[in-house]
């Protein structure tokens, strides 16, 4: 099932969606919610944040995929902010033990929001190279964090 989930993110980044967006776009069927909605409300995280390079936007998928999941595991408001904050800070621990960062800019090392930043990205091929094993282990993560 992980496998699937890695493919059909993929194929939808590559198609032009952002990583938050290829993150949350993965989970909608096994998570029963609506893909369009899951598309609007992830538009604006890509690039850590409408390139603002803060946190990855893969990462931001997943932090609304378990959201997502914990509302509809539980019916106490409590409880799910509870049990989603604490998959969050698993989660960005993980994250960050395999990329050594959770921020877009630091795991790229380049501006995207200047022209060169832009042009660094593509002459490098940072979204073959880096945001596509981001997304990836964003799936993995929330993947073990919700069997577990």
Do not use: W
């Amino acid at each position: 099932m992980l496998k699937e989930k890695e493919e059909k993110a993929i194929r939808s980044f590559r198609n032009g969606l952002n990583c938050a967006q290829a993150v949350v776009s993965a989970y909608t069927e096994e998570l029963k919610f609506d893909p369009a909605l899951a598309l609007s409300l992830s538009c604006g995280f890509g690039g850590g944040m409408g390139r603002l390079q803060q946190t990855c936007g893969a990462v931001t998928g997943a932090f609304m995929v378990l959201g997502i999941y914990n509302c509809r595991k539980h019916t106490d408001n409590k409880e799910r902010k509870d049990k989603t904050y604490g998959m969050i800070q698993e989660f960005s621990s993980r994250f960050q033990a395999l990329h050594g960062a959770i921020d877009c800019r630091t795991l790229l090392g380049c501006d995207l929001r200047t022209e060169e930043g832009q042009q660094y990205l593509k002459e490098h091929a940072l979204h073959d190279t880096i945001c596509e094993y981001c997304i990836c282990d964003a799936l993995k993560i929330s993947d073990e964090l919700m069997q577990s």
